[in-house]
């Protein structure tokens, strides 16, 4: 490269560099602006621009600085092609002809990829969070049943060695570990004390080794750990121990293994429901204050009395002002938090941003510790203050912490934060839910009768001046366990029923068959047949036609094309015209201009002239002189026999 060309590629390079900067902080102004869920997507380089070292490894540099610059961001999520084409292979990502026809430089199959990483990140931001995975362990975690074989005479497959290590990397992205198997404990215990494998015993949060049914084994996991079953995933590879807990608790997601000798970690990579998306501190050290709160159970068996064991744990409570690096907890409290939630309101990390940027309302979040370690932050309070009273919007409060007298230090609070204010009442609407029965029941302990308001909502008036005299009481309706108890007897709700089936059986099947860019380009062909048109069939006369008819039939999914058939009446939209373009410049040789397709309705037999009238003007003139002329030769009754 001489050095014109070095300048040039430096001056392309700075631009670049320039270019991304700014994109940053665009985005920066755009979330201060609209407080959106993002997700930035950075494709791949073109095989020109890697053919040119310098360019290639520049752009490799500037896109490591933009993805560290955007990943600080709590509400934006990066999309490295890189992570795109992990999950999902591509053997031909660039496409030339499309890039030089329209400037759409990817193929189908990449396009497939993309949308899918894409749509997976907004299925998992939408759908319910799970918390825990309860495993089985024969022939799940291991091959052989420890019972009959023993510890020494189970297999650990490179397949199950996977599987684990693709467990752990569930648990450090903050879901808990369970054991729910019907065996007896000692012979799995020797297993995980005998056997090197990656999973140790201590990984599992909590354990049901015994042989009861795994459906009674997860009620008495779901009452252990404070959660409900619809938090709970079973990995199991029986199927008729799936169905006996997807009937008896069909509110838990039950995956089963595929068979021995299939790749475990490729199927569940492709099972959305393992989308790990905890982004927070207290997401990730979830299993850690889960095996905190075991040790606190075990310590509370030694007192006779609560008040005694709460005055032992040393309990820290801190209420302070939220600001925007606790959005994304706030917001995963409200999707979490059930049982002490006063309106089970969904808010995502915008929302929350939202809130905390509002001039109407302002956030408190509560952080706890004890003696055994740190709950993190549980708590949270949402208030407006007007001219007469403090509003409350949002109270709510972790399991994990309740039946430690937090609840009514955050009452206190707000009667504080009103009387501060010169407020004389405080005022809180609760609506009653399937499962927020001990919020309910601590409310009516610390205040008069509620009044009825709309839409089934208690409506609570308190005065400041004796709300924040409110002292920590530790009733059984606040207390940790009985809450735990009533979560894990409640009865399944018809909306939670039915959100785990069909998520299990859509997940299920794209696990199975949908795991591949081409499979997922297939069945996007397929499922997008467009509807019967109205125009009369009519099949293609030309070679030239017949060629466009068979790439049209193949990109828009439809079982024919008449040469009269409009493209977007069949389905077509301006990404897959480029596509067709792109074909058709692959295989006929010729360029027809992208405006074929919105300057008159484009059928197969216009796309047919235009490529003929290309393939005319692109042919050798002395070449078609000498075919005129032949033609000119010709008698009538010689054309008519040619066009015959």
Not at 166 to 182: E, K, N, T, W
Not at 332 to 339: A, G, I, K, V, Y
Not at 394 to 400: A, V
Request: a negative charge; hydrophobic letters at 40%; aromatic letters at 6%.
């Amino acid at each position: 490269m001489g050095p014109a060309g070095n300048a040039h590629t430096e001056a392309g390079i700075a631009a670049v560099d320039r270019n991304a900067d700014d994109f940053v902080r665009a985005l920066h102004l755009a979330i201060d602006r609209l407080p959106a869920a993002w997700t930035v997507c950075i494709c791949p380089q073109s095989p020109a621009v890697q053919s040119v070292p310098p360019l290639g490894g520049e752009l490799d540099r500037i896109e490591c600085r933009m993805i560290s610059q955007l990943r600080g961001l709590s509400h934006v999520e990066v999309l490295p092609s890189a992570d795109v084409l992990q999950i999902y292979p591509v053997e031909t990502v660039d496409d030339p002809q499309g890039d030089r026809l329209a400037g759409v430089p990817y193929t189908p199959a990449f396009f497939a990829a993309l949308a899918t990483a894409i749509f997976r990140r907004v299925v998992r931001r939408k759908r319910p969070p799970f918390k825990a995975i309860a495993l089985d362990c024969d022939n799940t975690l291991w091959s052989g049943i420890c019972g009959e074989v023993g510890a020494a005479g189970i297999e650990v497959t490179p397949a199950h060695q996977a599987l684990q290590r693709f467990l752990l990397a569930q648990r450090d992205s903050g879901i808990v570990l369970c054991v729910c198997s019907r065996n007896n404990e000692e012979d799995v215990t020797e297993v995980f004390s005998t056997r090197q494998m990656p999973l140790s015993w201590d990984h599992f949060v909590a354990r049901q080794v015994d042989w009861r049914p795994k459906s009674e084994k997860l009620r008495a996991l779901a009452g252990e750990l404070g959660i409900g079953l619809d938090s709970f995933i079973l990995l199991d590879d029986d199927p008729v121990e799936c169905a006996q807990v997807g009937a008896a608790c069909p509110e838990v997601l039950t995956v089963q293994l595929p068979a021995t000798g299939i790749d475990f970690v490729t199927f569940l990579r492709h099972h959305w429901a393992f989308d790990a998306g905890n982004d927070t501190e207290e997401g990730r050290q979830r299993s850690t204050l889960y095996r905190d709160q075991a040790e606190r159970t075990w310590h509370r068996a030694q007192f006779s009395d609560v008040e005694s064991f709460i005055a032992s744990l040393d309990l820290g409570v801190e209420i302070r002002v939220a600001d925007e690096a606790d959005a994304a907890r706030v917001s995963e409290l409200t999707h979490r938090t059930n049982q002490f939630n006063t309106t089970g309101i969904r808010r995502s990390v915008e929302d929350v941003l939202s809130i905390l940027r509002s001039r109407e309302l302002d956030c408190r979040v509560v952080s706890v510790r004890d003696r055994f370690g740190d709950y993190g932050l549980v708590g949270v309070l949402i208030y407006s203050v007007h001219e007469a009273q403090l509003t409350v919007h949002c109270f709510l409060l972790s399991c994990r912490a309740l039946g430690r007298g937090v609840e009514y230090r955050m009452a206190a609070e707000l009667g504080r934060i009103a009387a501060g204010s010169d407020r004389q009442s405080v005022v809180l609407r609760c609506r009653e839910l399937k499962r927020n029965r001990p919020v309910v029941q601590f409310l009516d302990a610390i205040g008069s009768a509620p009044t009825p308001a709309d839409g089934g909502e208690r409506f609570y008036r308190f005065s400041a001046s004796e709300l924040q005299e409110v002292r920590p009481r530790y009733d059984p309706p606040a207390d940790a366990e009985a809450v735990r108890d009533a979560e894990a007897s409640a009865p399944p709700g018809a909306v939670t029923i039915l959100a785990a089936n069909h998520l299990g059986a859509r997940f299920e099947r794209v696990a199975r068959q949908l795991d591949t860019a081409e499979k997922i380009l297939a069945a996007v062909r397929q499922s997008g047949r467009a509807a019967a048109v109205e125009t009369p069939y009519e099949p293609p006369r030309t070679a030239t036609e017949q060629a466009i008819a068979g790439i049209w039939t193949e990109l828009l999914g439809v079982t024919r094309v008449g040469v009269h058939d409009d493209f977007f009446d069949l389905g077509g939209h301006s990404l897959r015209a480029v596509q067709v373009l792109a074909r058709v410049s692959a295989e006929l040789g010729v360029d027809v201009p992208l405006r074929f397709f919105f300057e008159a309705s484009p059928t197969v037999a216009r796309m047919a002239v235009v490529a003929d009238e290309e393939q005319l003007k692109q042919a050798d003139p002395e070449k078609l002189a000498r075919l005129i002329e032949e033609i000119g030769s010709l008698s009538d009754s010689q054309i008519r026999a040619q066009l015959a």
